[in-house]
């Protein structure tokens, strides 16, 4: 399938929700090159807790391919489009998928936050990191990246910087 080296670009391919394996594994076996960045996280069932392999970014395989065989990918099962940017297929950077096999090293010190909605007075619980377990209440939110919450103990009041990632609103306690 592949082309002299100089013609293979990274591409995102845009799948079907939760076909991402299948997707992955027929292009490996087609001879691709291809990427599925997976995380191992823990599930928890009302029975039991397992471990189990997301996609880091949900929907989306790379695959390292000239530009002229996409269409080729496109009638795989599971397969909706490719990323496109300017409606041309968007070309992903070699340094990017690195980083996101750097990343994948060590899943316990980032998090993946997708749109977070909180708003001061919401009621959150921090779920991994030091403070786990931790039922606070937003007091403000700095920008996309952290949330500062407030703490009443024996009528003091204790701040505390934690990243969005790591909380989870709940309904007010």
Same mark, same amino acid.
């Given at each position: 399938?592949?082309?002299?080296?100089? &013609?293979?670009?990274?591409?995102?391919?845009?799948?079907?929700?939760?076909?991402?394996?299948k997707?992955?594994?027929?292009?490996?076996?087609?001879?691709?090159?291809?990427?599925l960045?997976?995380?191992?996280?823990?599930?928890?069932? =009302?029975?039991? *807790?397992?471990?189990?392999?997301l996609?880091?970014?949900?929907?989306?395989?790379?695959?390292? &391919?000239?530009?002229?065989?996409?269409?080729? /990918?496109? =009638?795989?099962?599971?397969? !909706?489009?490719?990323? *496109?940017?300017?409606?041309?297929?968007? !070309?992903?950077?070699?340094?990017?998928?690195?980083?996101?096999?750097?990343?994948?090293?060590?899943?316990?010190?980032?998090?993946?936050?997708?749109?977070?909605?909180? *708003?001061?007075?919401? =009621? %959150?619980? %921090? &779920?991994?990191?030091?403070?786990?377990?931790? %039922?606070? &209440?937003?007091?403000?939110?700095?920008?996309?990246?952290?949330?500062?919450?407030?703490?009443?103990?024996? =009528?003091?009041?204790?701040? !505390?910087?934690?990243?969005?990632?790591?909380?989870?609103?709940?309904?007010? /306690?």
């Amino acid at each position: 399938m592949s082309t002299p080296q100089t &013609e293979l670009k990274w591409y995102a391919i845009y799948t079907r929700p939760r076909s991402e394996k299948k997707v992955y594994k027929v292009l490996v076996e087609d001879g691709y090159n291809a990427y599925l960045p997976l995380m191992t996280t823990v599930r928890q069932w =009302s029975d039991r *807790k397992k471990k189990v392999q997301l996609p880091l970014i949900p929907s989306y395989v790379f695959v390292n &391919e000239a530009e002229k065989n996409l269409k080729n /990918i496109l =009638s795989i099962h599971g397969v !909706v489009n490719v990323l *496109k940017h300017l409606k041309k297929p968007a !070309v992903i950077k070699d340094y990017e998928i690195e980083n996101l096999r750097i990343l994948l090293q060590d899943t316990d010190n980032f998090s993946f936050v997708q749109d977070v909605k909180l *708003k001061k007075g919401d =009621s %959150v619980i %921090v &779920e991994k990191g030091v403070f786990k377990g931790l %039922v606070a &209440e937003c007091l403000t939110v700095k920008g996309k990246h952290r949330v500062i919450v407030r703490i009443e103990a024996l =009528s003091d009041i204790i701040e !505390v910087n934690i990243p969005l990632g790591h909380i989870k609103k709940i309904n007010n /306690i």
